[in-house]
């Protein structure tokens, strides 16, 4: 992105947060019908990134961007933002709209941090992917531990990469959110002002407050479904529920998030987290990611994908400390990397295709 492209962004998000057109994902495909149907306060429409199905429109108001941006500078202060996310998806555009919101610079520094001036501190918002490639290099790790805050969201980042980075003095904040409610809204495990979360009875998180979307593009349904407005909210307090499909447990007094709600699967009959299969192969060589396929015998059979040399084994051996047995993978795919979404989320559905072609090339 030049600085002429970031310039026009944001105008745009100014003008939609100001009443006036509407925002909408650059390069999205959403149907033009759905868009003209939009209710007039969708200042934005927002691409997810289709991790696990084709992306949504989520439709955001010009209160809840607003909310979720002063809510994030109220936590780590204000302060120029460095982009280096695009800004097709909300992480990107919540960069945008907190400067535009609090009157700040923001700069475009490259996915690769390429163009980041350690003589300038920052804000900074992230993807762990990014931040691993980062530490690999002495130069780049030095622009960052000079970043007064760097947001790291998208996907759980190991402990291992968190431990680097503390150690290298980069002033990490871990972030969960999502388009539906405009980006990050739990820093560190403690929610921002303003944001409730709740458990319901199957650990379900449950995130009320103002920055929460106001429906799904052209999916009445669906929306019904994810958003819910609590019985003590007014019917123009603008405080909604999102009820989304992760996991999570309270522990310290902060909210630690397990998985999927469909990260649980049954092998063999026993109910298997693979959450927890991907956070104990943290332990092991290079990066990991479990996911289930439908297996005649176990029902869902466990496959690890990992980018390092262990054998299935090797793994299996060395998992055997912290996983039950059905837990234990029956499958291992060996990839040169983890596939990835556009927003540097593990690609869910790619997952069980690059099982296929393993299988493939291993009965010829």
Not at 28 to 45: C, G, I, M, N, Q
Not at 310 to 321: F, M
Request: net charge negative.
């Amino acid at each position: 992105m030049d600085r002429r492209r970031l310039e026009r962004e944001c105008a745009r998000v100014s003008e939609a947060l100001g009443g006036g057109p509407r925002w909408v994902s650059p390069g999205s495909d959403f149907h033009p019908e759905d868009l003209a149907s939009a209710p007039d306060d969708a200042a934005f429409v927002v691409a997810t990134s289709g991790s696990t199905g084709r992306p949504k429109g989520v439709m955001l108001t010009a209160d809840a961007v607003r909310a979720g941006a002063v809510a994030t500078c109220e936590r780590i202060g204000d302060g120029d933002w460095a982009l280096a996310l695009p800004i097709d998806f909300v992480a990107g555009l919540m960069v945008v709209a907190r400067a535009v919101v609090t009157e700040s610079r923001v700069t475009w520094v490259g996915s690769d941090l390429a163009d980041l001036d350690p003589e300038e501190p920052t804000h900074l918002s992230l993807v762990p992917t990014q931040l691993n490639r980062a530490l690999e290099s002495p130069e780049t790790t030095r622009r960052l531990a000079a970043c007064a805050t760097v947001l790291l969201g998208g996907a759980p980042a190991s402990r291992e990469t968190l431990a680097r980075a503390h150690d290298a003095g980069i002033e990490v904040v871990t972030t969960y959110g999502m388009s539906e409610t405009s980006g990050g809204c739990v820093y560190n495990g403690v929610p921002l002002p303003g944001v409730d979360v709740t458990l319901d009875t199957d650990d379900r998180i449950e995130l009320t407050g103002p920055m929460m979307f106001s429906g799904y593009l052209g999916d009445p349904r669906r929306t019904s479904e994810v958003l819910h407005r609590p019985t003590s909210a007014g019917t123009g307090s603008g405080i909604r529920t999102v009820r989304t499909q992760d996991r999570g447990i309270w522990a310290d007094g902060r909210l630690r998030v397990l998985g999927r709600i469909d990260d649980v699967v049954i092998s063999g009959g026993v109910n298997v987290d693979l959450a927890a299969v991907t956070r104990a192969a943290a332990s092991l060589p290079g990066d990991h990611s479990a996911f289930g396929i439908d297996d005649p015998e176990w029902g869902t059979r466990v496959v690890l994908a990992t980018t390092g040399t262990i054998t299935l084994e090797q793994a299996r051996k060395q998992l055997a400390a912290d996983l039950p047995p059905a837990a234990l993978p029956r499958g291992l795919v060996r990839l040169d990397s983890l596939p990835l979404t556009d927003r540097g989320k593990i690609d869910r559905r790619a997952l069980p295709l690059l099982w296929r072609t393993h299988i493939e090339r291993e009965e010829r």
